[in-house]
């Protein structure tokens, strides 16, 4: 599955997020750094309004969600690319994630230790910033001298990482992560990149751990790191950890009369939820039928055989066709009959691209 790795100081929230995002306690929160040892990995099933629209249309008797997986990753101090704290584990961990999701204290609280002693989100994503491009900058260093070795053998492979790595170091050793290269990119390179698996290429999504009374609004701390965001092309989240923890000790039925006392109208952890859904690039296609409507995920680009082999690796290997109807053709005729009457449900072939939102039914040989 895809992964989103939750990063950040130690003390910002981490835990706190994590736990309520997955409802176990499986990683503790407590106030003093490094008590994250493990990386604690949980299952969320990504919310999407559209299911309940379909299988009321569709008379399923279930809903089934798609998942991604965070993974609560250990906190990472100053000095971590050299080996303080728990720097190489928690690198080593990074470097198994598709994507980051980096957690900034925004909130006061004299009894929480800031192990930097003072609240400065904007500093703090720099403190960490730094530590992953350092390891990037020591492990570019290591390994473009042997590729060198091999370019200058005719390597074919070592001659086209040769230029992507010297481009990443330069960027590097300008104080910027690789992902600033991304824009400038064509497929071919952004693939070398990719396989480079440093820790800066991967996409980042920040998110403000504000006060409760800061909930609806956010404040000076989270505009500053929104700020930052968008000078990176990054995405920010406002959340309060301490009332998403809130939310998941009560009842179905409370939770909405507990969010309009905080103002709000959705819990931050479905936002944060989406929004790692789309920094992984991914999007969601349903089956529909009497038994469950159900969410499966492709990579954005996806085609139809490679969707299929999601459910089952036999219905790729067989692939034959797809019965494609779009989703609002699907909601606004009312179903698939309908759809087939108006012409709007299509057979899609091998090389169909899915689409966000797509209503598919495969055709396979077994
Ligand atoms: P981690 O080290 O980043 O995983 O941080 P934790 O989630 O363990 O949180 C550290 C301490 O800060 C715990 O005592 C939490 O209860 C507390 N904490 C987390 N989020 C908030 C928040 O939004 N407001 C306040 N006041 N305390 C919080």
């Known amino acids: 599955g895809f992964r989103c790795g939750i990063v950040g100081l130690p003390n910002v929230g981490k835990s706190t997020l994590f736990n309520a995002l997955t409802k176990t306690a499986a990683a503790q929160a407590a106030n003093y750094p490094f008590c994250t040892i493990e990386p604690n990995t949980g299952d969320v099933g990504v919310p999407d309004k559209r299911m309940s629209a379909i299988a009321k249309i569709g008379k399923s008797a279930q809903i089934i969600p798609t998942r991604i997986t965070f993974v609560d990753i250990a906190g990472l101090v100053r000095g971590a690319s050299k080996g303080e704290g728990l720097g190489n584990q928690f690198l080593a961990n990074i470097r198994e994630v598709d994507a980051i999701v980096h957690v900034l204290r925004c909130f006061e609280d004299d009894d929480i230790t800031h192990v930097e002693g003072r609240i400065n ?77 440093l820790l800066t290429s991967k996409p980042v999504l920040y998110v403000c751990n504000v006060a409760e009374a800061d909930a609806a609004t956010g404040n000076e701390y989270s505009r500053a790191v929104d700020e930052m965001a968008k ?111 108006a012409g709007k449900a299509r057979d899609e072939g091998k090389e169909y691209v899915v689409q966000d939102g797509d209503i598919m039914m495969f055709k396979f040989n077994v």
């Open 231 to 341: 000078k990176q092309g990054a995405r920010a989240v406002v959340i309060s950890a301490a009332i998403e923890a809130e939310i998941a000790q009560l009842g179905e039925d409370e939770v909405s009369e507990y969010l309009e006392a905080m103002g709000l109208t959705e819990p931050g952890l479905d936002r944060l939820i989406s929004e790692g859904y789309a920094l992984l690039d991914l999007i969601t296609y349903f089956t529909v039928g009497p038994k469950e409507t159900r969410a499966w995920t492709v990579k954005r680009g996806a085609k139809a055989p490679a969707a299929a082999g999601v459910i089952h690796t036999d219905f790729e290997k067989g692939f034959i066709r797809a019965q494609t109807i779009g989703y609002d053709d699907f909601v606004t005729l009312g179903g698939e009959v309908a759809a087939k009457e």
């Open 121 to 197: 989100p904007v500093a703090d994503a720099e403190t960490v910033e730094t530590e992953l491009m350092l390891s990037d900058l020591e492990s570019l260093e290591r390994r473009i001298v042997g590729v060198r070795k091999k370019a200058q053998g005719k390597d074919k492979e070592a001659m086209a990482q040769v230029p992507i790595m010297e481009a990443v170091l330069a960027r590097l050793q300008n104080g910027e992560p690789a992902r600033v290269l991304l824009a400038s990119f064509d497929a071919e390179e952004r693939r070398e990149l990719r396989n480079l698996n």
